[in-house]
């Protein structure tokens, strides 16, 4: 090297030296601008995983508005709010469909009528308030608007005990029982839905299911408290005391649970009972319901005492793989997500399907169109055979209206009756239930097959 | 000063601020840690600590560390895995470039695949089709054990 240096004149010796410091200078610079670059991302990402939350203002057990808590948290306000979106799957969900507002309905959008999608349901519930006006569900946001505005408001004269799952119910339930959360659901349950209306005011809100002073999860709801307290009892532990016995994991299903429930009002009272002192099989639900002689409605075709089902996800889920595997309700309907550093569960509470990446790929190692394809088998296999049930059971009310028309008593019809009774619940348990045999696919077809086969006693009854 | 002390100081400084800036970085970040063995440092930047707390909550925590599992036997093996999956990491993690939840690489897979086999030999032995003539029946221990480190 230094030999052909020697050899070349002095100008170009310079030029050589002053372009090999340039260059040398030139990618030091690069690399310090770079290395600095570097640097200021890595500090980003390190303040990222401190202070997970800033106490902006101060929540108190009175707290009813969630923007307030919003403050706090925004991250998970901000997934709340989400809880708008209406976005169909293949078996739920819902589509906004447009509506002219009236006066006495202000709702410019709905969703769709599972009445007109299925005109046997208006059939099943003749005589009653569903079959005036029933709609495939919304998220959390449209729980009061939905059920404010329905038609069945018009049809029949609901109690103030609607209010427990269809509003942020704990700060107007404290206020109305002078603190006592119970008192104020005791009295609330035995106003008007109007005039309970007037007391509340959000949707399901962050202090339904949060503990304001830590954020631990925690149940409101007295159906619930006192459901779960029967339903343990019946398994031999007395007092049972959900908020101070219940485990974390447990709660991340509990909260749920709270309203996500097959219930019925009782007495003239109409206080809220959730039908679990046998415990939470529909069989038992319904042996519950036959000693308590409980009847929603006399159908109106048949003169039969029936029982409209609500939406039975928490005791459905419970018969599941997924419950007896441990996986909650929240696992799957509020995945945890990484938002930066920090992990949140996901508070746009929505149908998995919709976040299969989160929701199922998390434990399932699929891809994202095998799991979808999986879950649609199980709703499509569901769905079929509840098209039987339902072909099943309106033969049979269209055989025993036949035999009311004929001449029949209602002692003689007495025997059909009690089968419609349950063929009908077992089939609603399946209808009403917000997976389409998802949360217990088994379960869900030993249900509908014996609903098929009460309806078909039915029919046997009255030969 | 002639001409050539001056440019010799500017390309010192340069050069001293390049390595100066490299040196902070590269300890601010901890990089020192990616030698070692330490389970922790595969937490820093906070994308695997969901990892980390189930594998210290898992069957094989006093028995296996990361490493054990995923990296492969032989020196240069090793940190020729841990200099190529550190820098497409750290590519990854700068750009926010990655898919979430983390998925493991087929090559990865097949080195904690073998990795089973450090200290289990002798029971796959047992139990491995001696006749397997290809790759796809080869007996995968993860496929039914993938809890044992971590979950998820």
Redesign the interface.
């Known amino acids: 090297m230094s030999e052909s240096i020697n050899e070349k004149p002095p100008a170009a010796r310079t030029w050589s030296?002053?372009k090999f410091?340039l260059i040398?200078?030139l990618i030091?610079?690069l690399?310090?601008i770079a290395?600095?670059a570097?640097?200021i991302?890595?500090?980003e990402?390190k303040q990222?995983?401190r202070n997970p939350f800033y106490r902006v203002v101060d929540l108190t057990d009175e707290t009813e508005d969630p923007e307030v808590w919003g403050k706090n948290f925004p991250l998970q306000y901000d997934g709340y709010k989400r809880t708008v979106d209406q976005i169909r799957t293949r078996y739920g969900g819902s589509e906004a469909l447009p509506r002219s507002p009236t006066q006495a309905d202000p709702r410019s959008v709905v969703a769709q009528s599972k009445l007109e999608e299925d005109p046997r349901l208006k059939a099943m519930w003749a005589g009653y308030a569903f079959s005036k006006d029933f709609r495939e569900e919304r998220g959390h946001a449209y729980m009061l608007d939905d059920q404010t505005f329905t038609e069945r408001q018009q049809a029949a004269q609901q109690p103030g005990t609607c209010m427990q799952c269809h509003a942020s119910v704990y700060v107007p339930y404290k206020k109305l029982g002078g603190g006592d959360l119970i008192k104020g659901f005791e009295a609330m349950n035995q106003m008007s839905y109007t005039e309970a209306r007037k007391l509340v005011e959000h949707p399901v809100g962050c202090i339904d299911c949060h503990d304001p002073s830590n954020m631990q999860l925690r149940v409101t709801r007295p159906g619930f408290i006192e459901g779960m307290a029967a339903l343990k009892a019946s398994q031999g532990i007395a007092n049972y005391d959900v908020n101070k016995m219940a485990t974390r994991q447990e709660m991340r299903a509990f909260v749920c649970g709270q309203c996500h429930v097959e219930y019925y009002f009782k007495g003239p009272e109409k206080r809220l009972v959730y039908p679990w002192q046998k415990g939470l099989k529909i069989d038992d639900i319904m042996a519950y319901y036959d000693e308590v002689k409980q009847k929603d409605w006399t159908h109106a075709d048949t003169g039969a005492p029936v029982l409209k089902a609500q939406h039975p996800e928490f005791e459905m889920w419970n018969q599941g793989i997924h419950a007896r595997s441990g996986v909650a309700c929240a696992d799957c309907h509020m995945p945890y997500?990484?938002v930066g550093?920090l992990?949140i569960s996901d508070h746009h509470v929505r149908s998995p399907l919709l976040n299969i990446?989160?929701a199922c790929?998390?434990?399932h190692?699929w891809s994202e169109e095998e799991l979808k394809a999986r879950v649609e088998t199980i709703q499509e296999r569901t769905f079929k055979l509840r098209n039987v049930a339902m072909d099943a059971l309106m033969d049979l009310i269209n055989d025993i209206k036949a035999a009311k028309a004929a001449g029949k008593t209602d002692e003689q019809l007495a025997g059909a009756q009690d089968f419609q009774r349950l063929a009908q619940f077992y089939l609603d348990f399946v209808e009403a239930e917000n997976s389409t045999g998802f949360h217990a696919p088994q379960e869900a077809a030993r249900i509908l097959g014996e609903s098929i086969d009460f309806s078909r006693k039915g029919q046997k009854a009255l030969r | 000063m002639n001409k050539r002390t001056i440019q010799s100081i500017v390309l010192g400084v340069m050069v001293g601020l390049a390595v100066g800036l490299g040196s902070y970085t590269f300890i601010y970040a901890k990089g020192y840690s990616y030698l070692l063995n330490d389970p922790a440092s595969c937490a820093n930047c906070h994308i695997m600590q969901e990892q980390y707390d189930g594998w210290e909550k898992s069957s094989h925590r006093s028995v296996a560390t990361c490493n054990d599992c995923h990296t492969p036997p032989g020196f240069f093996a090793k940190y020729y895995s841990k200099a190529s999956n550190g820098f497409w990491h750290s590519f990854g993690f700068t750009t926010g470039r990655f898919h979430e939840p983390i998925q493991i690489k087929p090559h990865n897979r097949d080195i904690t695949e073998k990795a089973c086999r450090k200290c289990h030999q002798e029971i796959v032995d047992a139990i491995e089709n001696p006749h397997a003539m290809s790759e796809q029946n080869e007996t995968s221990c993860l496929r039914c054990h993938r809890n044992v480190g971590h979950l998820h």
């Open positions: 030296t002053r410091v040398t200078a030091a610079t690399g310090a290395g600095a570097l640097l991302n890595i500090f990402r990222e995983g997500k990484r550093a992990k990446n989160l790929q998390t434990c190692k």
